[in-house]
């Protein structure tokens, strides 16, 4: 099993800087998540781990092993990519056994490998294409093959359902997760997308512009995000943010109302409120009061806009709700100010003081 360690690792390309004293420790096992905006550097952290690229300062270690210097084929690391890379010229069976022949492996255990890998990933049928005679989704598995004969110390994922459409991307993401479980695999996988972070990940590490902005399980970063770019990056529909201004200690004045707050060790500048926490109720009853401005109805959920003056936000409740809000409409908004989050004027997250734990 193959745990990896990152100790304060910086990178430039050509004098500008990605990344400054990253550091960060995988466990033998996890499945860990890079997620972030286009360009923050995902592609570039996994190229170091796997030697395409050079680290400017610190230290890889793979399985306790400093491999900082090492050259990509000593890491023991696959990498499957977003682009296939598959080779044209040869058949699905071919591409899978083509590192195990430049390994010079037994021809029998070449094949042994081959068929596993194809059995797990059920494109035994197709063996005997060519990449051109497949759909993306089984050029995609092809590729998750060729990585999978290596039994690499360890997974490098790079985006690789970019290029599936929606249907294919969500069966394909099922069966990265089940292969996950079967293996027992490290695997560090890269996505901008945060629903895959989300039901892929043990851990997510959220990243912006090089740094590393939080890292957590699903479930830590969305009940608990350490700063309002977390907030906003993680869920879908985003996180409502509201400017917010303190009238006295427990009173803060928002757009459309008032509220009383949680014991805070410091002034908020911004409460954050996630769309399904969000209420709608009468004008008069609710903590702030707004006007529909649209309703988007998704089935099982809907969404609805709401204009508070100053901002907008947006609530979600079931698509069955027999609540109308029709566009135009004074509503209320209820919601509990205990599951609140509360930033500072930087955007960090300010802990509410436990009752229970005081
Ligand atoms: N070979 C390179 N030379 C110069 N700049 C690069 C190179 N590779 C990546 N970059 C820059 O590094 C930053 C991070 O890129 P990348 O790791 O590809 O981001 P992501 O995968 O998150 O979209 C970008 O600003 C990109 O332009
Ligand atoms: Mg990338």
Do not use: W
Not at 24 to 48: D, N, Y
Not at 151 to 158: G, T
Not at 193 to 208: G, H, N
Not at 328 to 356: K, M, W
């Amino acid at each position: 099993m193959t745990g990896i360690v990152l100790d304060g690792i910086g990178k430039t390309f050509d004098g500008t800087r990605i990344f400054d004293d990253l550091s960060l420790s995988i466990r033998s096992g996890e499945l860990i998540v890079f997620v972030g905006p286009s360009g923050c550097g995902k592609s570039t952290l996994l190229r170091l781990i796997a030697g395409l690229e050079t680290a400017t300062e610190g230290r890889i270690e793979i399985d306790g092993r400093d491999v900082t210097q090492s050259e990509p084929h000593d890491r023991g690391l696959s990498m499957v990519f977003q682009s296939y890379a598959l080779y044209p010229h040869m058949t699905v069976q071919q591409n899978i056994a083509f590192a195990l022949h430049t390994e010079r492996l037994p021809r029998d255990e070449i094949s042994a490998r081959v068929a596993e890998a194809a059995r797990i990933l059920k494109i035994e049928p197709y063996l005997d294409r060519k990449p051109k005679a497949l759909s993306g989704g089984q050029r995609q598995r092809v590729a998750i093959g060729r990585a999978i004969v290596r039994e690499p110390k360890a997974f490098l994922f790079d985006e690789p359902l970019s290029n599936l459409d929606a249907a294919l991307r969500a069966d394909t993401r099922v069966e990265i997760a089940e292969l996950h479980k079967r293996l027992g695999a490290t695997m560090l996988y890269v996505t901008h997308d945060q629903v895959e972070a989300m039901t892929l990940a043990d851990r997510i590490v959220v990243l912006k512009a090089g740094r590393i902005m939080q890292i957590g399980t699903p479930h830590d970063l969305y009940t608990a995000p350490a700063n309002t770019f977390v907030a906003q990056f993680i869920g879908s529909p985003r996180m409502n943010l509201l400017p917010c201004e303190q009238m006295d200690s427990t009173r803060i004045r928002l757009p459309g109302g008032s509220i009383e707050i949680p014991s805070l060790p410091c002034r908020p500048a911004q409460i954050g409120i996630r769309p399904e926490d969000l209420n709608l109720v009468a004008p008069t009853e609710g903590r702030l009061r707004g006007q529909v401005v649209l309703t988007e109805y998704l089935g099982a959920d809907r969404c609805v806009h709401i204009d508070l003056g100053e901002v907008r936000v947006t609530l979600r409740d079931a698509g069955s709700s027999p609540k109308i809000a029709r566009d135009g409409e004074e509503v209320g908004l209820a919601f509990d100010p205990r599951r609140a989050h509360y930033f500072d004027a930087a955007g960090d997250a300010i802990n509410v003081i436990s009752v229970e734990a005081a």
